[in-house]
């Protein structure tokens, strides 16, 4: 998960965020090991959730394109 995130970084914000959201993530996993378990279930469920956000909002955005292709496919 972490080359994948550091990818979104990089491509959303460039290359040099991309280095910086490698020291969060190695940053953030003795947090992860130090902390309750239902805590980090928590935060993997909200970062799972805000990713379903972002996901329908493109996918609302470009039902409109999927409808045109299907009926110039028909």
């Not at 992860?32 to 805000?50: E, F, N």
């Amino acid at each position: 998960w972490g080359c994948c995130g550091e990818k979104a970084v990089s491509y959303l914000f460039g290359s040099k965020a991309g280095a910086y959201f490698k020291y969060l993530y190695v940053a953030v996993i003795p947090l992860g090991a130090l902390t309750q378990v239902d805590w980090v279930w928590l935060l993997a469920d909200l970062s799972i959730s805000l990713m379903l956000v972002t996901n329908m909002i493109g996918v609302v955005g470009l039902s409109h394109e999927v409808i045109d292709d299907n009926r110039e496919y028909s």
